[in-house]
């Protein structure tokens, strides 16, 4: 297994082909007829509805989900968000709401980077796997060793590049500061 082929799965440019590029253009489709929500009832009706729209065109390829799924969903990766931002759904809700803060439009892209961003760090663990070779320690340490030495760059604070055994075994908390890195940084991750 080599570090290269590894790494040209996780190129920036691989990424926003796999990734980047049909995750925008779901969002681009899916028409905003009005940039605000008249109740809580037609906020989770939009979310739930774009939520399976995207959903269906770019993760599930056809496989829609129950209505009350995806606006469940939908709530989750906006609350897991606005969180970030030191508020909540009702945060969301008020934005779709009053039109604040870029209205229902951003209350959709905030969903779209969302699902962007579980697809990524799906993507990446799925390279990891095919490149790591689950049976041998020896292999899994020193491919995690190159890979932090050739992208510590991009990986948060938090990642020892001394201690490659640590993430040998579960390469989690090593994919999730990769994405945030990438997220961060990446041209893949610029609002639409």
């Keep these: 297994m080599s570090i290269d082929s590894l790494l040209a799965e996780l190129d920036e440019k691989a990424i926003a082909q796999r990734i980047g590029i049909p995750h925008d253009e779901a969002r681009m489709r899916y028409p905003l007829h009005s940039n605000t929500a008249g109740s809580f009832d037609e906020f989770s009706w939009i979310i739930g509805d774009y939520y399976n729209t995207h ?31 030191n508020g909540d759904i009702v945060m969301a809700y008020n934005d779709a709401h009053d039109g604040t803060n870029g209205g229902m439009r951003v209350v959709l892209d905030t969903i779209a980077e969302g699902l962007k961003a579980e697809s990524l760090e799906r993507y990446i663990r799925d390279a990891f796997d095919r490149y790591v070779s689950p049976n041998s320690w020896e292999q899994k340490v020193e491919i995690i060793r190159q890979f932090i030495a050739r992208c510590g760059v991009n990986l948060g604070s938090s990642i020892r590049p001394d201690q490659p055994e640590r993430y040998a075994q579960n390469y989690q908390e090593l994919i999730r500061s990769y994405v945030t890195a990438l997220q961060q940084t990446s041209r893949i991750f610029r609002r639409l």
């Design 55 to 85: 959903f269906t065109a770019v993760i599930s390829h056809g496989g829609k989900l129950p209505t009350p799924e995806a606006a469940s969903r939908a709530k989750e990766l906006l609350e897991k968000e606005y969180r970030r931002r």
